[in-house]
């Protein structure tokens, strides 16, 4: 046996008494501090942050997409709806865009989904001549340059007082319904068509809910999937959400 194989054995036994307290060392660490590590890595509902911001289900499978792509999807396949230029869409799998573009079959449900994000230092505002705050002028201003016209209702210039629930944001001009008649297959594809786009843009637009076709998605879920909407008489098209896109904005705070 030579010098070196007789060394050999001490500094290998060394070693490994090294690495084994520095692995107890390392999770005495993460037992001390992983839950505040975690903790940073998730939001106020507990998702963790590493999910992708929005996400598409398709024949394919679940697609991520962060929310610039999402926008860009959307969009794109709003515009080429209407025969329009739409925006580049290079490096979003074209299953995306072919299922954002057919719609939810039979009761599939929606097919994007986007995590919530409500801001939280928005002013509350009145509303104005139209009979809309400037946030909500500002979403239909948006849908006009990417729907066209489309068939509005929901609000008034002198404002609306009936027709909806007794805590309706339509009574603060928050809010929009976008009509999609009669209830079709095809204007069922083009509501949800808009209602993708709506919650692509959620955070630009500050929307804070938007329900269609027995579906509701809230600015106030980090989680931001779509959930059930339990309309108080099932058998009605209109409280079902089923010839609208209803969508309003966040109300903000009193100065």
Known sequence: MTGNQTRGGPHRARRLICGLVLLGALAAVLALLGPGLLSGLRTADGTLVLRPEC????????????????????????????????????????????????????????????????????????????????????????????????????????????????????????????????????????????AHWLVAHAEDLAVQYVIFDDRFWGAHSSRGQWRDYNAPEPGNEILRHLDHVHVDVLGGSPG
């Not at 805590?167 to 095809?186: C, K, L, M, N, Q």
């Open 55 to 194: 996400v598409v289900e398709t024949s394919e499978g679940e697609v991520g997409l962060d929310r610039d792509e999402a926008k860009r999807a959307t969009t794109a396949v709003a515009l080429l709806a209407r025969g329009m230029a739409a925006p580049d869409t290079a490096g979003i799998d074209s299953a995306v865009l072919q299922r954002l573009a057919d719609g939810p079959s039979g009761d599939a449900g929606p097919a994007l989904a986007c995590r919530g994000s409500a801001a939280g230092d928005l002013q509350e505002q009145q509303a104005g001549a139209t009979g809309l705050t400037p946030r909500a002028e500002q979403l239909r201003a948006a849908m006009t340059e990417v729907f066209g016209e489309q068939s509005l209702g929901g609000f008034a210039p002198a404002g609306v007082d009936q027709g909806h629930g007794a805590d309706s944001t339509h009574y603060d001009g928050r809010a929009i319904d976008v009509f999609f008649r009669p209830v079709t297959e095809e204007n069922r594809r083009q509501g949800w068509i808009l």
